[in-house]
């Protein structure tokens, strides 16, 4: 289990020379990034129950999710098509450098993803969600092609902010720019994005120039120190758990949030700062990493529990 969870990170599988067609059809599912793209449909089911003050119908909450995941789905793919010569050494155990994905199923993949996503939304919500799911949809792409590599990865925070804006258009488009809500959730991805993918930058392969070890990508203009990564990664975290604290005495959503808040957010925070005292380790980065991945998950679902028990 504890190898299935790391694979849907993106932390690739055990290479071998031959596949069975299992392995092979595991290798797509690997490359959309499973954990985190059926973790986004939440962060948009959340702003739009609480845009509406009740869930959707089932149907519409059901299609709402499978347009978000794909559409996630897909963004991940495109992220593998481009990185597939930098994976062979980067991460030689993902779908396509392990040779279990080819890199046109891969694109192929892409392409069905995100035109699924965009018919579902442009025939089930309205044209400003719409907008918002293709403009991530374009922002996403850009970020793999060219945002990531010239600017650095702290262009992709705003872009998964996105994620909250379009749930809360789907049930309310016209208070998107009428209440404050929307915006603090839409702060609330930043920053745990910003946290997110600090402690992702550390844990890839890194450079040494001069006498520092720099991370292989930028992280806005300049590439850090692993160290620098990790206590970046650590002080967004912790901003976050206070955000998100704050997010629920403010609009209180009760005592069950601040429990499972409070304890998936101080998870993360430990092991984050012990990624901080030891920002060389791979193995407390990737669970830096994972915890911080879980901690949003925690957000995004105690959130919609509130929304069942207010609504029971």
């Known amino acids: 289990m504890k190898n299935l969870m790391r694979r849907w990170l993106g932390g690739g599988h055990d290479i071998k020379a031959r596949y069975s ?6 290798g797509l599912v690997d490359l959309t990034r499973p954990r985190l793209a059926l973790m ?10 609480l845009a509406g003050g009740r869930f959707p119908s089932v149907l519409q909450t059901l299609l709402g999710f499978v347009a978000v995941a794909i559409a996630v789905a ?19 155990g993902r779908p396509i450098p392990s040779g279990r994905v080819t890199s046109k199923d891969a694109l192929f993949l892409t392409i ?28 996403g792409s850009l970020y793999s092609i060219n945002l990531r590599k010239n600017i650095g ?22 208070t998107l720019f009428q209440r404050w809500l929307p915006w603090v959730l839409f ?32 992280a806005f203009i300049y590439k850090t120190d692993l160290r620098e ?15 998100s604290i704050s997010l629920g005495v403010a609009i209180k959503l009760g005592l069950i949030y601040l429990f499972l808040v ?35 998950l925690v957000v995004r679902g105690a959130i919609l529990i509130t929304a069942l028990i207010n609504i029971f």
Not at 114 to 131: D, G, Q, R
């Open 21 to 26: 067609g299992k392995e092979k059809l595991g």
């Open 40 to 49: 986004t449909p939440l962060g948009a089911g959340a702003a739009a129950v």
């Open 74 to 92: 897909g963004i991940h793919g495109l992220n593998d098509y481009v990185d597939r010569e930098r994976d062979k050494t980067a991460w030689p």
């Open 112 to 139: 069905g993803c995100y035109f699924a996503s965009a018919a579902i939304t442009w025939f089930v919500f309205n044209p400003t969600c719409f907008a918002i799911l293709v403009l991530t949809i374009i922002l």
């Open 153 to 174: 990865y702290l262009t992709l925070p705003p872009i998964n902010g996105l994620i909250y804006l379009g749930g809360w258009a789907a049930a309310s488009p016209d």
């Open 187 to 218: 702060l609330l991805a930043v920053l745990w994005q910003t946290g997110h993918i600090m402690i992702y930058s550390a844990i890839h392969p890194s450079n040494r120039v001069g006498g520092k070890i720099l991370t292989e990508s930028r």
């Open 229 to 243: 990564a990790a206590i970046i990664g650590f002080t967004f975290l912790v901003l976050t758990f206070f955000l």
């Open 262 to 296: 409070t304890g998936g957010g101080l998870l993360a925070i430990w092991n984050g700062w012990k990624f901080v005292k030891d920002s060389g380790s791979k193995e407390k980065g990737f669970k830096a990493f994972s915890s911080a991945s879980d901690f949003m």
